[in-house]
């Protein structure tokens, strides 16, 4: 969710007409510096403020540069980022990224700083222009907010009330990137199959699925994340019996000890949970289960982490998200008694990452011998001696690196492989490859990337990926593990 709201934010100023500064430039060469924040976890506050103290000598020495302050953090530390760092010319929330290229004329023209934080959403972000990262694959949000109150998570109270979005605007826009050859789509919720709320329809999530079966060229869909709470039998039906949704799932657990998820205020238990994954494998055999979970909550017993243990077993997840619990200002948990040790933390994360690197390699081997349609991914992949090796993902989202074949290949088209071998957090397929299909998306990519005409003068603006939540030893990727 935040890197697409990063998109909406490059959308905004490219179309106000802002240019990007070259990557390899640096952060001292861009007239604007954009920080799209999180909250999640602490490291996020730090890594803000360490950035922003070390642009300060640059925006000294570079006049009339200007440090915007984005996102869940700047909807939260609204008063403190300014007082913090005075050389920061704009703060915006999590509701009112429309309003960046005002803000920053406006405190260039006034100069002076401008914080405004809006309350509530006053547009659903979908309406704003979007630069996105990928020509063959876009996120799409369905809905934005939740209306849980997790006792650990702050999210809620920076996001605001779930609010969703028109199915038929939804499958509009859909529609118009496939046009664009767009062949892959993520459907992005903070509690996503919680869509249908706002309508009174609960079985709304999955008739969305179904619908994104029927748009003719789109090929893979996919969908991040889901809640056990909202995760009902039709939803599986429709993953199972719809083509192109993709036979992968991400469902956080959070923890396997029913103690914990009550104090968590996660609406579901170990059974329940467990019951999910077992519906999950019996209609989607090859599903691969991904998941987020939370080592060291307070009042967790050595009892109620194996109980995580315990589940990570029984349901043989692909890969684990694992945090370390994270004391936020705001939430409940913050103030909970018995915080647990740092050190009893970290000898459980790490008995955790080893039971999970076990697993994750186990089920990989199971994919030895598997012939699978890979959709080539950007860059050129892995190089080892003399053999040049591209990636793609599977459609259970496995990451592959594959031999090059002699015919081009490019990003967003097809190619059939037969998988050799398996590691922990990849797959090789290391003979020939067995056939490529060269697609909408692949031409999409080519006409992108094709030698661009002379770019107009503009100002520079850079955007530093800051802020994220860092991927963790068993993770392949950061993501928010509060949902």
């Not at 990003?411 to 050799?420: C, F, K, L, M």
Request: glycine letters at 8%; one cysteine or more; proline letters at 6%.
């Amino acid at each position: 969710m935040n890197v697409h709201d990063s998109e909406r934010l490059s959308g905004l100023l490219e179309e106000a007409g802002y240019v990007r500064a070259p990557v390899d430039a640096g952060e001292g060469n861009a007239d604007v510096v954009v920080f799209n924040t999180c909250a999640v976890r602490e490291n996020a506050d730090n890594r803000l403020y360490g950035n922003l103290g070390r642009l300060a000598p640059m925006k000294a020495s570079r006049p009339g540069m200007q440090i915007a302050v984005g996102g869940c953090l700047a909807q939260k530390d609204r008063d403190t980022i300014v007082k913090k760092a005075p050389w920061v010319d704009v703060v915006f929330g999590t509701h009112n990224i429309g309003k960046l290229p005002v803000l920053l004329e406006r405190a260039r023209v006034q100069d002076e700083a401008q914080v405004e934080i809006a309350e509530a959403l006053e547009a659903f972000p979908s309406t704003l222009p979007t630069r996105r990262e990928s020509a063959y694959a876009a996120w799409v949000s369905i809905s934005v907010g939740c209306n849980n109150t997790c006792t650990f998570c702050i999210v809620p109270a920076l996001r605001g009330k779930e609010k969703d979005r028109r199915t038929g605007d939804i499958l509009a826009e859909i529609e118009a990137l496939v046009g664009e050859g767009v062949s892959e789509i993520t459907l992005l919720g903070q509690n996503v199959n919680a869509y249908g709320s706002d309508m009174g329809d609960r079985q709304a999530f999955s008739k969305l699925l179904r619908a994104c079966g029927t748009i003719d060229g789109l090929e893979r869909v996919r969908f991040t994340s889901p809640h056990p709470r909202d995760f009902t039998d039709d939803v599986i039906a429709a993953m199972a019996e719809t083509p192109n949704v993709m036979p992968q799932l991400h469902m956080p657990l959070q923890s396997g000890s029913d103690t914990v998820l009550k104090a968590m205020r996660r609406s579901y238990r170990q059974e329940r949970y467990l019951g999910i994954i077992e519906k999950v494998r019996a209609a989607i055999p090859h599903a691969a289960i991904t998941t987020d979970i939370i080592v060291g909550f307070p009042g967790e017993t050595e009892e109620d982490f194996e109980q995580t243990m315990h589940v990570v077993r029984e349901a043989r997840f692909a890969q684990a998200f694992t945090f370390q619990y994270s004391k936020r200002p705001g939430t409940p948990a913050a103030t909970m008694e018995n915080q647990i040790p740092k050190q009893v933390v970290q000898a459980r994360y790490e008995r955790l990452v080893a039971l999970q690197e076990e697993i994750s390699w186990d089920e990989n081997k199971k994919q030895v011998g598997r012939t699978v349609e890979l959709m080539v991914a950007e860059g050129e992949g892995r190089k080892d001696g003399a053999t040049r090796r591209l990636s793609g993902r599977a459609p259970d989202n496995r990451l592959v690196h594959f031999t090059k074949p002699d015919q081009e290949v490019r990003p967003g088209d097809v190619v059939t492989v037969e998988i050799t071998y398996a590691a922990p957090h990849h797959l090789l397929a290391e003979g020939a490859v067995l056939d490529v299909r060269r697609t909408r998306a692949g031409d999409a990519w080519e006409k992108r990337n094709a030698a661009p005409a002379e770019k107009p003068a503009g100002v520079m603006l850079g955007l530093p990926k800051i802020g994220v939540p860092e991927p963790l030893p068993v993770a392949t990727t950061g993501g928010c593990g509060g949902h």
